[in-house]
């Protein structure tokens, strides 16, 4: 026992090095950590001189699931990859699979795809920036952002029947269309949003404690994130302007006026600032997409890609055996591979699928914006403070359902 202190065993000293360093780790007890990442840091004195993140705590198994089920019945289990905003998750790997199938779903349907993924991108960048002010003491922030969100948990719920899992894609199409008063209460919806954003702005923006913890912190060059395949607000705020949605246009993305906002120094406080603007575009675009929003079906007309009605299913012959086929068979593509890839709330969401003609993908391989994220994270913190890692770590948006896919 230590003479000092006779509670403590003899080996509770931290691990020290040659040079006088220390080496701690931190998470994934942490509450900044969330329970799945873990970083052995190496310290002199405040100052990080190493680090090494580490993930293997979550193990969900998303792509093995996936090649187990009927194609359709993927469709949850992408929900549960970025569960901030699921729907991009649906409405990206749903994509995949009509591209894989050489088919395009009803005007309607992609508009109606559209709506729904910016309403994701806006829960994302408010789950975010929220969650990442209450863990720098700024708590009030948070009960504004998360207040906006639940405006929007509520207009996705009307249309999908799920708040955080909706599940609203199917290949071909959707499992309902909107309902008859979505336009009017997406407007008080995002009258919300806009209220709450800016109280939180007014609050943080030119707080000077809540921009000496970002400015500079966890700075990256453009160079050298692109080097490490980071995209998203991430990339954007060293002033690259990718993004998926611009560089190659699915759904309807082309008929719509919106910027992509960029920074110019790449540390926390540009990926704040480009999430802020963000929030503002896609509210742009949701607002475009509901003035222009078309008439028509939602679902693809083959019966060997959706379920028939109903009415079919009962006074039908084919209708009834389409039925049968397809919920026990799934859809079946043709033999092949593709690549789809949508922009998440984090950066380049892709699905890389591999058919071999049944109803089951043969491979399903998800490209995650969030795993390039953190293997650069060590590169980030490095130099920086251990105060420091708490803010870089909530400003690259780790979400461990599609990290630990």
């Given at each position: 026992m230590d003479r000092k202190n006779p509670d403590l065993p003899k080996n509770w000293e931290l691990e020290k090095l040659e040079d006088g360093r220390l080496v701690l780790n931190m998470g994934p007890s942490h509450p900044a950590m969330h329970g799945i990442v873990r970083i052995l840091l190496t310290v002199d004195g405040e100052r990080v001189t190493d680090a090494d993140a580490e993930i293997g705590y979550l193990h969900r198994g998303f792509e093995k699931t996936c090649e187990n089920v009927t194609w359709n019945q993927c469709v949850p289990y992408t929900d549960r990859l970025n569960y901030v905003s699921p729907f991009i998750n649906n409405v990206g790997f749903a994509l995949a699979v009509e591209k894989l199938m050489g088919i395009e779903t009803p005007a309607r349907c992609q508009y109606i795809r559209v709506i729904m993924s910016e309403i994701s991108r806006i829960t994302d960048h408010l789950t975010c920036l929220g969650a990442n002010a209450m863990e720098l003491s700024a708590f009030t922030v948070y009960f504004y952002l998360i207040n906006a969100r639940e405006a929007l948990y509520r207009l996705g719920d009307s249309a999908a029947g799920g708040r955080v899992t909706p599940a609203y894609t199917r290949v071909g199409g959707l499992t309902r269309d909107l309902p008859p008063d979505f336009k009017r209460d997406a407007a008080e919806a995002l009258a919300s949003v806009r209220r709450n954003v800016a109280d939180a702005e007014k609050m943080l923006t030119r707080n000077r404690i809540f921009h000496d913890r970002l400015r500079g912190t966890g700075a990256i060059s453009k160079e050298e994130a692109l080097g490490m395949s980071f995209t998203g607000p991430a990339l954007r705020s060293t002033g690259v302007p990718l993004d998926v949605r611009k560089a190659t246009p699915y759904l309807v993305y082309d008929r719509f006026d919106f910027d992509i906002p960029v920074g110019s120094n790449g540390d926390n406080y540009d990926r704040y600032l480009v999430r802020l603007e963000e929030i503002r575009q896609s509210a742009r675009i949701i607002e475009q997409a509901l003035a222009q929003l078309p008439d028509g079906p939602v679902n693809h007309p083959a019966y060997d890609?959706?379920?028939?009605?109903?009415?079919?299913?009962?006074n039908s012959i084919e209708g009834l055996m389409a039925h049968f086929k397809l919920t026990f068979e799934g859809v079946k593509p043709p033999a092949g591979e593709v690549y789809q890839a949508v922009e998440?709330?984090?950066?380049?969401?892709?699905?890389?699928?591999v058919s071999d003609g049944s109803g089951r993908p043969w491979r399903l391989r998800l490209r995650p914006p969030c795993f390039p994220l953190t293997a650069g994270l060590p590169k980030l913190i490095k130099g920086g403070y251990i105060a420091d890692i708490v803010a870089t770590f909530g400003q690259i948006n780790m979400i461990g359902g599609e990290l630990e896919r």
């Open positions: 890609v959706i379920l028939p009605p109903k009415p079919e299913v009962y998440g709330g984090n950066g380049e969401v892709g699905f890389y699928l």
